[in-house]
């Protein structure tokens, strides 16, 4: 199933939807209101979200997508980066320029 998450204040969830055609991750309010707000990811970069983990003391949220690729989204902003990324391509090896 698709990953919702608790974000550390205890009153909003992050939660994966595709409502626009295109994976995105909304944050649901649950202080009465029940607002949500859709922080328009581009679908380039967060691909298909596999796990969303939160920050336990800040709004960033930690993503890995299909594509094992490992961002940090900023709940408030929805500010997106590449913190790490797997080298699908099978080969073993030294990484470049680091000698051993």
């Known amino acids: ?3 919702d998450r608790y974000l550390w204040d205890g009153r909003r969830v ?11 991750i909304e ?3 649950e202080d ?3 607002r949500k707000r859709r922080l328009h990811v581009p ?3 967060l691909g298909r979200p ?7 003391e800040s709004s960033l949220i930690a ?3 299909h594509r094992a690729r490992l961002l940090v989204v900023d709940a408030e902003t929805g500010k997106v980066r590449t913190a790490d990324f797997s080298d ?13």
């Not at 992050?14 to 995105?24: K, P």
């Open 1 to 3: 199933g698709r990953p």
């Open 43 to 45: 679908p380039a970069v």
């Open 27 to 29: 944050i649901h309010s």
């Open 32 to 34: 009465g209101d029940f």
């Open 14 to 24: 992050a939660m994966v939807t595709d409502a626009s055609g295109e994976d995105d």
């Open 63 to 65: 993503v890995v997508n």
């Open 88 to 100: 699908e391509t099978g080969g073993g090896g030294d990484p470049p320029g680091v000698p051993f």
């Open 50 to 56: 596999d796990e969303m983990v939160p920050s336990p």
